[in-house]
């Protein structure tokens, strides 16, 4: 398997995790004290969905079949799990810090990736994406320190 479709498979699984986790915190946030914050989280929502289609086109371009679902036992690593104790409450400071390290998470990948051997059209992507994903983690971040 090359690196391209190594790269591609974590990067695929850490996205979605990362559309379904910001889906779920945007939804507890929707009727607290911070709905904008619900509105900023769905918004990472979609851009981490059309990041993993993305990544997935670009495979299938390559002959790669990138959108494989992971093990249960990777995705506990992943770095969203917490996120789903910290929805079971009504803490919105307890959700942003889920999401912080989910996307502390998503920049590792993103790192890791670039390590990589990567050919230069999928490099680009990742690079791209990764600036994307630091601004969003500093602004998930930017909220829990305005919590």
Do not use: C, N
Not at 64 to 75: L, R, Y
Not at 129 to 139: F, I, K, N, P, S
């Amino acid at each position: 398997m090359s690196d391209d479709a190594k790269a591609a498979k974590e990067l695929v699984e850490t996205l979605k995790d990362g559309e379904r986790g910001f889906a779920e915190a945007a939804e507890k946030l929707r009727d607290g004290e911070h709905p904008e914050w619900a509105t900023t989280l769905q918004r990472f929502s979609e851009q981490r969905a059309g990041f993993w289609r993305e990544i997935v086109e670009l495979g299938h371009q390559y002959g790669d079949d990138v959108d494989e679902s992971g093990t249960v036992a990777a995705a506990v690593h992943r770095g969203w799990i917490s996120l789903k104790d910290a929805l079971t409450g009504d803490d919105a400071e307890a959700v942003l810090k889920a999401a912080l390290t989910g996307e502390d998470h998503a920049v590792s990948e993103y790192e890791d990736a670039l390590k990589m051997d990567l050919s230069a059209g999928f490099r680009e992507v990742v690079v791209r994406q990764q600036a994307a994903v630091v601004a969003a983690r500093d602004e998930v971040k930017a909220l829990q320190d305005a919590s």
